[in-house]
């Protein structure tokens, strides 16, 4: 089932694997994978929910198209590597988004990162990105899974732990998906519209829930 595609203009965040170091003279080398391909992560649990995978080739066109990409810290600031610079070089695999950088450790910034990568108080992977293409399934327990296979990448960052940011788009394209699914995608019936507005009250919830615990590690950005 594939709802009728309308590319998001939010940025979402979701995380991935876990950062490998090594010293190279006077630079800092990091490498590690910002997205895991057909890992399924639980965005809302339980019944009523959504779960996530990306799917291989997700990142191939924005890779093509050289799309400039940010190395940052927890989504913010000022970057550390880039890859227009040529210090931030991303590659898709078998696995999934692969990144390798290397840290100036003349860069103040840098500077003050090192000995939290060194004792591993940030030790994950994470990216921004913008889906273009998606589809959904509608799974037992009326719980929505969505297969994300292509997306603009805005940015990678270390974080020191993966969490999900912008999970409100995704909640409103899972409601759209399910409310069609009802009727087909020419327009849901009036009950099936009501039975999604009271989900999506409950999942915003789940969703402000999730996002206070994870405060200052993702955010939503326009």
């Known amino acids: 089932m594939t709802e009728p595609n309308t590319p998001s203009e939010t940025t979402e965040v979701r995380g991935g694997g876990e950062i490998q170091l090594r010293m190279e003279g006077e630079a800092i080398a990091i490498s ?12 809302v649990p339980g019944p009523g929910g959504m779960a996530e995978v990306i799917r291989p080739g997700a990142f191939a066109r924005a890779l093509r198209e050289g799309q400039d990409v940010d190395l940052l810290v927890a989504h913010a600031g000022l970057p550390l590597a880039r890859s227009s610079s040529g210090t931030l070089t991303l590659s898709e695999d078998a696995t999934g988004l692969r990144i390798e950088a290397t840290l100036d450790s003349a860069d103040p910034d840098v500077a003050r990162l090192a000995p939290k990568l060194r004792r591993g108080d940030l030790r994950h992977m994470s990216f921004g990105f913008r889906a ?28 020191a732990r993966p969490a999900y940011g912008g999970t409100s788009v995704a909640l409103r394209s899972a409601e759209a998906a399910r409310a069609a699914a009802s009727t087909g995608f020419d327009g849901a019936s009036p009950r099936a519209l009501q039975e999604a507005g009271h989900r999506r ?14 405060q200052g590690t993702a955010r939503e950005r326009p």
């Open 32 to 43: 590690g994978y910002a997205a895991v391909f057909d890992q399924r992560a639980d965005i």
């Open 132 to 159: 273009v293409r998606q589809s959904w399934q509608q799974e037992e327990g009326d719980r929505m899974l969505r297969s994300l296979e292509d997306l603009d990448l805005r940015e990678v960052s270390v974080v």
């Open 201 to 214: 009250r409950t999942l915003q919830l789940a969703e402000a829930h999730h996002a206070g615990t994870h």
